[in-house]
Nanobody, 118 residues
């Protein structure tokens, strides 16, 4: 059974940085394509960033390009999302997700809250 557990969220001020972690168990992240999504209150989840199984390819939403960085640490079986230059509009619950192939993400974490004050 694959489990993903996020951590690292919190309350910060605009311009600050945070690093979110997503610890995996039941499967190694080297076998998974991973992604981060976020959900604003009353909205659908939206894509933030993705990284391929080999970590050789990354992709970002336009709204976070240049500010956020997704990475993998296979030794720690963990995926990270570095959030820099945070803005109040980045306030959301952030979720990590994983998949073995292509298409939908079947594996999801429980989410971690990021709140950015102005």
């Amino acid at each position: 059974q694959v489990q993903l557990v996020e951590s690292g969220g919190g309350l910060v001020q605009a311009g600050d940085s945070l690093r979110l972690s997503c610890a995996a168990s039941g499967l190694t992240v080297s076998k998974l394509a991973m992604a981060w999504f976020r959900q604003f209150p009353g909205k659908e989840r939206e894509f933030v960033a993705a990284i391929s199984r080999s970590a050789g390819y990354t992709r970002y939403a336009d709204s976070v390009e240049g500010r956020f960085t997704i990475s993998k640490d296979n030794a720690k079986n963990t995926v990270y999302l570095q959030l820099n230059s945070l803005k109040p509009e980045d306030t959301a619950v952030y979720y990590c997700a994983g998949r073995l192939g292509t298409g939908d993400y079947p594996y999801w974490g429980q989410g971690t809250q990021v709140t950015v004050s102005s």
